[in-house]
């Protein structure tokens, strides 16, 4: 971890850049995948399955047998830690839904808006370095709860050509049966441009590596398909001050850093001291985490940073904007309160961002790079649209008829002038 101590403003760009590669570097690899997908289909999916995970596959959708495989291979204990964080993602996104808001905005003129589901969405759930099986509940249950019609789920698959048993129970008990053996750029442009086995689809949801984010953006400027984020490499901020128990805090930045080698991890505290004790406390439990290789090349490009004044630290967490902010201090609510750029924040010793990852309710699908400042996680809004209505009474186009029309007029749109004019005058005869 490399250590500044109360860096000026002017620094703070450049320090707390992220350890990604540059997005035209990325977009130039990711560019012929798409491409290939667009232009051959299933044969163009094998192939890259071929060349980035190492299988060849006869048949890219994961069949009902494999379904009963799977779920005979997840041991109980596993299948019920699983259904105790579905049932508390499913009550906090079931929470998120609103009624219908219907306004009368003058007599006789009635207008709502309702919330509809996109008919056909893409999940992507990561399966590279770790199967994200939870990945699976955070964006399956908010899909069924909005009453998405179509859904299909695309992931890769082990050495063996198989995807992750977890992975299939939790599809199954959510009842999304459209699996689709597939990961990386490819998976995504399979969803965007539609192949033989895979359904084109509305909108693309779920996290992944720089090339499954780039190619997420990418489709979304070239074709009508839509994006839920940009939910790159995993990223966690820490605030701890002296009353910081630092074994936690180490714990919560290996968490984060144990995710890929090009995640990153900051601390920002009010005492060197701090520093030095979550250091040691790093070092220690590192020695403990079979990732600990991935984690080390993580911390090469993490950073702690000392900053006494908490008003500057808050103003240095919200100019980076973390995906994830953990805040372990004496004035923890009171920060809390203040900060304006950050995709999930978790306050207090005992609220491990691990939490949030798998069971207390939250989304764990969050903006990373930046893109907090401008994007929410996932929620139920996520796969929705909101659709307004209104009718209008004989009573109401007399009421607003007059403004329509001098409105019209002067903007010499005559014809939209008359579509009221001729009502008027139909209701005075
Ligand atoms: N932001 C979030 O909400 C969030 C949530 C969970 C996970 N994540 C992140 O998701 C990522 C998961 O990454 P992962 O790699 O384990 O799984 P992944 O499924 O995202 O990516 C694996 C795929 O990447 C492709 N790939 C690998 N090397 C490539 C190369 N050189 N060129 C082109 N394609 C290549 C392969 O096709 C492979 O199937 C991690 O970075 C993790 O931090 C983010
Ligand atoms: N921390 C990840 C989001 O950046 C989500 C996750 C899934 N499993 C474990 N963690
Ligand atoms: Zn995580």
Avoid at 184 to 201: D, K, L, Y
Avoid at 238 to 262: K, R
Avoid at 330 to 340: C, G, L, P, S, T
Wanted: aromatic content about 6%.
């Amino acid at each position: 971890m490399k250590i500044y101590q109360e860096p000026e403003k002017e620094q703070w760009e450049a320090l707390l850049k992220r350890p990604t590669l540059d997005l035209s570097e990325i977009y130039g690899r990711v560019q012929p995948v798409l491409e290939q997908v667009r232009d051959r289909g299933d044969e163009a999916l094998k192939a890259f399955g071929l060349q980035f995970d190492g299988v060849e596959l006869d048949s890219l959708a994961v069949s009902a047998e494999e379904f009963v495989e799977a779920e005979a291979l997840v041991e109980e204990e596993l299948k019920d830690a699983i259904q105790l964080a579905a049932a508390n993602i499913e009550k906090f996104h079931a929470a998120q839904a609103r009624p219908v808001m219907a306004v009368e905005t003058m007599p006789g003129v009635n207008c709502w808006r309702k919330s509809v589901a996109i008919e056909k969405v893409g999940l992507y759930i990561p399966g590279g370095t770790a199967p994200l099986f939870s990945t699976v509940l955070m964006l399956g249950i908010p899909a069924k709860i909005a009453g998405c019609g179509e859904i299909v789920l695309c992931t890769p698959p082990n050495k063996e050509g198989k995807v992750h048993p977890a992975i299939l129970f939790t599809a199954q008990l959510l009842g999304i049966d459209q699996v689709i053996k597939a990961g990386g750029a490819q998976a995504i442009a399979a969803m965007a441009f539609g192949t033989e086995s895979v359904p084109q689809v509305y909108k693309i949801f779920g996290p992944g590596n720089q090339y499954v984010t780039a190619a997420k953006q990418l489709v979304g400027q070239i074709t009508n398909v839509t994006i839920d984020m940009p939910a790159g490499p995993s990223e966690v901020l820490v605030y701890a001050d002296e009353a910081a128990n630092p074994a936690f805090v180490a714990a919560d930045l290996l968490s984060q850093a144990e995710h890929g080698v090009d995640s990153q991890v900051v601390l920002v505290t009010n005492k060197m001291a701090v520093v030095e004790a979550v250091q040691e406390q790093v070092t220690l439990q590192l020695e403990t985490l079979p990732r600990a290789e991935i984690a080390k090349e993580a911390l090469k490009h993490s950073l702690a940073i000392v900053m006494e004044e908490e008003a500057q630290a808050l103003e240095l967490i919200n100019t980076y904007g973390p995906e994830h902010l953990i805040l372990q201090s004496q004035n923890e609510d009171a920060m809390a309160e203040k900060v304006i750029n950050a995709g999930s924040v978790f306050i207090g010793a005992y609220t491990p961002e691990s939490a949030g990852d798998y069971a207390s309710g939250t989304n764990h699908t969050l903006p990373t790079n930046g893109y907090a400042k401008n994007y929410s996680g996932v929620s139920l809004d996520s796969y929705l649209k909101q659709i307004t209505f209104q009718k209008i009474t004989e009573n109401g186009i007399k009421n607003i008829g007059p403004a329509i029309e001098k409105m019209a007029a002067s903007e010499e749109l005559n014809g939209h002038e008359n579509a009221v004019t001729l009502r008027l005058k139909h209701l005075k005869s």
